[in-house]
């Protein structure tokens, strides 16, 4: 039975990621089709409907694929903490009450109470949302291109260079404050 519910999980996690994935292509995508469908209009050309349907079909497509996503990550959350405490309480429900006494049970009861939520909450939800988060920014950086490679170009440099900057400057300061706290 464990299996299965760690099998759910997995899918879920699958799902979640999967649904990051198409939601982050037709964010990405979205505001192309509105450009193209914009010139397509002043040009007078006839797809312009087409490529309006296209862009409808992308607002659409982050509707359901957010949807899907929140779901299934709300699922995942759930049945993770459901799995865990379940192994949790199978190991104390196994345990003699000595052995129970002498590992302080009311460290179980905080664990059961607060820190397996916890634990869901910042290391899986998290690691899925990170996977959201990287696959949202591929997926700008090749719509960026796809308009124009040069702008591109200064976007991304022009980000990474604070980024650059900041990290180095933090492990300055952090160097310092070592060494001013030994």
Do not use: H, W
């Amino acid at each position: 039975d464990l299996l299965a519910k760690g099998g759910r999980n997995g899918m879920l996690a699958f799902i979640a990621i999967f649904s990051s994935v198409l939601l982050a292509c037709c964010t990405s995508i979205k505001p192309i089709y509105l450009q193209n469908t914009i010139d397509a209009v002043g040009s007078g050309t006839e797809s312009a409907l087409l490529l309006f349907a296209c862009y409808v079909a992308s607002i659409v497509g982050i509707l359901g694929f957010e949807a899907i996503r929140q779901l299934s990550l709300s699922k995942y959350r759930t049945n993770k903490v459901f799995t865990l405490k379940e192994r949790v309480m199978a190991r104390v429900s196994y345990m003699t009450p000595q052995k129970f006494q002498e590992e302080k049970g009311q460290n179980y009861v905080t664990i059961l109470s607060n820190e397996i939520d916890m634990l869901v909450e910042n290391y899986y939800v998290t690691r899925l949302e990170f996977t959201y988060s990287v696959l949202v920014l591929i997926s700008s950086i090749v719509a960026l291109f796809y308009i124009n490679g040069y702008l591109a170009l200064i976007i991304i440099i022009s980000t990474v260079c604070p980024i650059l900057a900041s990290v180095v400057q933090g492990k300055t300061i952090e160097n310092r404050t070592n060494v001013y706290t030994m």
